[in-house]
């Protein structure tokens, strides 16, 4: 059932303008981390990963940073598009079984 | 490459009543799947890791004999909640662990309205 007076948090930007998500992970030993885009009524979408050996990766027009000093992974969306608009969450595997541990998410908003 | 599919992409259904949820990997075999739910506006969950061939691992807290998990198959899991309550209403998702290992493919989710 649904939690009443739940809210992600929300991140809006002007269409063109470049963005930037958030999240903090849980697990110092994770060595894997991914982000990913769901779009409303449908399931997560790959978007980029990282390696733990690695503090930044560049796709197409989006990069991922990652701190691992203070437990810190951002994504970089340039010339933000109206499509960019969904939740995105940052998912990380931290041991032999490869299971996904998922961040809260945040709403991007992209207004035209 | 690397497809899922979920099916039924939803389902409404009475209270008391089993609901199974199919999930296939398309183009390739997996070993390894994995069931999540998903309240609105809320993260994904893990539920249980399934294995082809053997009993699933469930998540603290979910019970296995009211979300029956079989993988009979390297392509097809399947996830059967038992006797449903309107408190099961969920967004269902799958994924399936990809040839590398550590990457998971995911399913497009199954809306489950229990009434």
């Known amino acids: 059932g649904e939690s009443v007076g739940l809210h992600l948090p929300t991140l809006s930007v002007q269409e063109g303008d470049n963005s930037i998500i958030n999240c903090a992970y849980s697990?110092?030993?994770?060595?894997?981390f991914i982000w990913y885009k769901q779009e409303s009524g449908k399931g997560p979408q790959f978007i980029i990963d990282?390696?733990?050996?690695?503090d930044k990766r560049q796709g197409q027009r989006v990069t991922v940073l990652l701190n691992k000093t203070v437990k810190h992974l951002s994504l970089q969306i340039a010339a933000t598009q109206p499509g960019d608009s969904a939740v995105y969450f940052c998912?990380?595997?931290?041991?032999?079984?490869?299971?996904?541990?998922f961040g809260t998410g945040t709403l991007l908003a992209v207004q035209p | 490459g690397a497809v899922v599919s979920q099916h039924p992409s939803w389902v409404i259904c009475k209270s008391g009543t089993s609901v199974k949820i199919e999930c296939r990997s398309l183009?390739?075999?997996?070993?390894?799947m994995f069931w999540y739910r998903q309240f609105p506006k809320q993260s994904l969950m893990l539920m249980a890791t399934?294995?082809?061939?053997?009993?699933?691992?469930?998540e603290q807290g979910v019970e296995k004999d009211k979300f029956l998990i079989n993988h009979a198959s390297l392509t097809l899991s399947t996830l059967t909640v038992t006797s449903a309550h309107p408190e099961d209403s969920s967004f269902y998702i799958c994924?399936?662990?990809?040839?590398?290992?550590?990457?998971?493919?995911f399913g497009p989710g199954t809306r489950l309205t229990v009434l």
């Open positions: 994924s399936a662990e990809g040839p590398r290992g550590d990457e998971q493919f």
């Open positions: 697990n110092s030993a994770s060595d894997y």
């Open positions: 990282i390696r733990s050996n690695m």
């Open positions: 998912a990380e595997n931290g041991g032999a079984t490869n299971k996904l541990i």
């Open positions: 183009d390739f075999q997996a070993t390894t």
């Open positions: 399934s294995n082809e061939g053997s009993k699933a691992t469930y």
